[in-house]
């Protein structure tokens, strides 16, 4: 079980150094695409050959897309939710840019609701992590090694969205220790998710798991295509395209190490 934890909280931990880095270093904004664009091609690799092939092996091919569509159904509504509540901007680096409408609008919301902006970006942030670290809890389940393709896929998405969450929360006027003691909060939920995936759905019918697996992996490539590849795009420029390539191919790399 405490390997469970560890892994899980290692994993988190990417958001709050991303954090720490982002008030220390002033990251080109090019370097910040790149690494977002690699992040979503490894991203991409584990849905694919980690969550979806393994809910396919494990049970029958209705229950993998029940749980895809009903993972990116909800992580849809609830990005409207966070949305809403100031979190739309939680994964961009360049607030400072955004278009006149937006910025008379999150300036509007920060005259209604106070710190509802930053709030928004923490849970959604939270939002984030629990589905993926869940994933690295099931992958101990048996006494196998922790899937390092999803532990390195999470960690390195997770480094460019505490980077850019930072700017977003700051921006909303909250303090640099309440932004890391915000996101120290979200290795502890990441590592409970990961324990709770270990604890609770160990013993779990094939059918279960292969509904969770496919219910991660629907919300993990919602999320990518919503927020990861737009923002790397924008900041990285054309060359993103070859570095999700990249990371791609690296995920089936680590998938055939692991």
């Given amino acids: 079980m405490g390997s469970a934890f560890f892994w899980g909280a290692v994993s988190g931990f990417a958001v709050l150094l991303g954090a720490v880095v982002s008030m220390i270093i002033n990251i080109p904004k090019k370097v910040l695409g790149f690494i977002m664009a690699f992040g979503v091609g490894i991203l991409i690799g584990a849905a694919t050959f980690e969550l979806l092939q393994d809910a396919m092996e494990k ?10 569509i009903a993972g990116a159904l909800t992580f849809t509504i609830l990005e409207a939710v966070i949305a809403h509540h100031g979190g739309k901007h939680r994964k961009r680096s360049n607030l400072h840019e955004l278009n006149q409408e937006d910025e008379q609008a999150e300036k509007q919301q920060a005259k209604n609701s106070g710190n509802d902006s930053g709030l928004g970006i923490f849970i ?14 099931m992958s101990l389940i048996g006494g196998k090694g922790v899937s390092m393709l999803l532990l390195i896929a999470i960690f390195i998405s997770n480094i460019p969205e505490g980077l850019s969450s930072t700017t977003g929360m700051l921006k909303s006027g909250q303090s ?48 990518i295509g919503s927020t990861m590849m737009p923002e790397a795009y924008e900041e990285g420029g054309g060359l993103v395209g070859l570095m999700t390539a990249f990371g791609v191919i690296t995920s089936i790399l680590l998938d055939q190490l692991g």
């Fill in 124 to 137: 959604g942030t939270v939002m984030d992590a629990i589905p993926e670290s869940m994933m690295l809890g």
């Fill in 59 to 68: 049970s029958h091919i209705i229950n993998t897309i029940i749980g895809f």
């Fill in 176 to 223: 640099k220790g309440k932004i890391i003691f915000l996101f120290a909060v979200v290795t502890l939920v990441a590592g409970l998710s990961a324990l709770f995936g270990y604890v609770f759905l160990d013993g779990a019918s094939m059918s279960v798991i292969s509904i969770i697996s496919s219910f991660a992996a629907g919300g993990i490539i919602t999320m």
